[in-house]
């Protein structure tokens, strides 16, 4: 890291986040509490815990969808008080219109903002439709693809505003094994293209450290972070960076921690 | 010979089912005002003459189609609105289930008196029993939009309106679409009961008609074009569906 990189405010920073719901019978449900967590610019973190632990909290927090009940969460040093344009966000299902086509569907941001599509957003669609190898779909609906190509247009959707801040929750994990790999491998590839602060919500405790400069191991009732591990893995990653020992370690080490606070 | 038969199975059955109607009248020697055989009621029908059948056909799908219009033009907003605000759910909710529970055929009569004698009585009635799938179906669509896209919606601080008119109204086509089929049907119904109430024309009146001078075929004819004008107007919505919406037709995923 540069002296300069090292003095800038962090990307995203949450300083003693808390967030209390209430359950349905009213009594209040903690779901996150004093949470502290400064993201670099273009670094990738992954949050990973068990189910409940306020994962998809957290980043709802960050794209300003929810309020915390108490901390603030700021984003380029700024306190979040609404949904910014700076942040793109990918949902653990694809959830396409099924009555527009893939394009129309990668665009629907933009129509949907500002009623209507320029030729400017057309064209940076039809250009993430490259990176994400889905040139030739471009006319064809949603039910006409596989669920990796669904997701594929779905995080195509999630840059099309060329956000600087990626939130993903879960984006991988309604896919089979294989696909799965493979779409890891793609995000790193597109992440490679254009870098972007991501924050990555997964259960994979291999994928979050194949993806991740950073993974943050969290706890659950109430959700906190227990522990930041640094992934000290050289880029670019491989299919080799699987079978490297310190990922095997990184990756011991992790399950240890997640199943000695959730034995059994 | 058996793919032929295969393939019209359901025809051939039909032309079975009234070639049995008309020997058992035939051979039973069932009396015409108890039940009259198929080749009674078509010479009923031919008697009266195609003209007097326009006129009263189109009377009742006057009524039904206008019950119909004015159903949607209700149910609809009320839907957006039930979707929207809790407090709009919760207290039209309850009566939107007193009018359902209401038979209507009861209040027809009181609803004649309150209104007159004309046209508005009858697309009231058949307004009141078209109404409720509609609403309830289309509320159904609206709220099964996927949450993450609405909040995608929020999340891209989108104006309101178009969360409607651009995810959760075209999540709803399927719903609305068999409420619309269901509600057709109820439409057709509509128009009979306030024809039986209060109508110099239309199918159910002449049914009335026919009936209290003992013309039983007559009915019957009538009643085997309400049952048409019933299939035809199903037909015609899911046609509309199938035409407009191509996409809903497969499951989404």
């Known amino acids: ?48 815990g068990p189910s409940g632990c306020g994962k998809s909290t957290l980043l709802r927090l960050v794209a300003g969808l929810l309020k915390p009940t108490s901390g603030t969460v700021s984003v380029f040093g700024v306190p979040v008080t609404e949904p910014r344009d700076e942040i793109g966000f990918a949902f653990q299902k694809p959830t396409l219109l099924p009555w527009l086509d893939v394009l129309g569907n990668v665009t629907f941001p933009m129509k949907h903002k500002h009623g209507r599509v320029d030729a400017r957003d057309t064209a940076r669609a039809t250009e993430l439709l490259h990176t994400v190898g889905l040139q030739d779909f471009a006319r064809k609906r949603p039910a006409e693809l596989s669920g990796g190509m669904q997701q594929r247009v779905a995080i195509a959707r999630a840059l099309l505003h060329d956000p600087d801040i990626l939130l993903m929750d879960e984006p991988f994990s309604a896919l089979d094994a294989l696909t799965r790999d493979e779409m890891s491998f793609e995000l790193l590839r597109i992440w490679n293209l254009r870098p972007k602060t991501v924050v990555f919500v997964t259960h994979s405790i291999p994928e979050a450290l194949l993806l991740s400069d950073r993974v943050v191991v969290m706890s659950a009732r109430p959700g906190r972070v227990d522990e930041i591990i640094d992934v000290p893995l050289p880029r670019p990653r491989s299919m080799a960076t699987l079978s490297d020992p310190v990922f095997t370690r990184l990756a011991n080490d992790i399950r240890l921690k997640v199943f000695s606070r959730h034995p059994g | 010979m058996r793919s032929l038969l295969n393939r019209h199975a359901a025809l051939l059955a039909f032309v079975a089912g009234l070639l049995a109607w008309e020997l058992a009248c035939r051979g039973l020697a069932v009396p015409v005002y108890v039940l009259p055989a198929p080749s009674a009621i078509a010479m009923a029908a031919a008697e009266l003459g195609a003209a007097r059948w326009f006129e009263h056909t189109l009377a009742t799908l006057e009524v039904a189609l206008l019950g119909y219009a004015v159903a949607i033009a209700i149910a609809l907003p009320l839907a957006v609105g039930i979707t929207r605000s809790d407090l709009l759910s919760r207290t039209v909710m309850p009566w939107l289930v007193v009018i359902q529970s209401t ?135 899911a046609w509309l569906h199938r035409r407009l919406f191509p996409w809903s037709l497969v499951a989404p995923t």
Not at chain 2, 182 to 195: K, M
Not at chain 2, 210 to 219: D, E, R, Y
């Open chain 1, 1 to 48: 890291m540069t002296a300069a990189a090292a003095l800038a405010p962090p990307v995203i920073e949450l300083a003693g986040v808390g967030q209390v719901f209430a359950a349905s019978d009213g009594s209040p449900v903690v779901a996150l509490q004093g949470v502290d967590l400064a993201l670099r610019r273009h670094e990738f973190v992954s949050l990973i």
């Open chain 2, 103 to 237: 038979p209507i055929v009861a209040i027809a009569p009181i609803i004649v008196v309150t209104l007159g004698a004309g046209l508005a009585p009858r697309v009231v009635i058949t307004t009141l029993i078209a109404f409720f799938p509609l609403v309830i179906s289309s509320a159904a669509g609206m709220a099964a939009a996927p949450p993450e896209l609405i909040e995608l919606s929020r999340s891209l601080r989108a104006p309101r309106l178009r969360e409607y008119t651009q995810i959760r109204l075209p999540y709803a086509v399927p719903y609305i679409f068999s409420a619309l089929k269901v509600a057709i049907t109820l439409a057709v119904v509509g128009a009979v009961v306030a024809e039986f109430v209060a109508a110099e024309r239309g199918l159910g009146y002449l049914i009335l008609f026919a009936t209290s001078s003992f013309k039983v075929p007559v009915a019957f004819a009538a009643l085997a074009i309400l049952v048409g004008c019933s299939l035809g107007l199903y037909g015609a919505i």
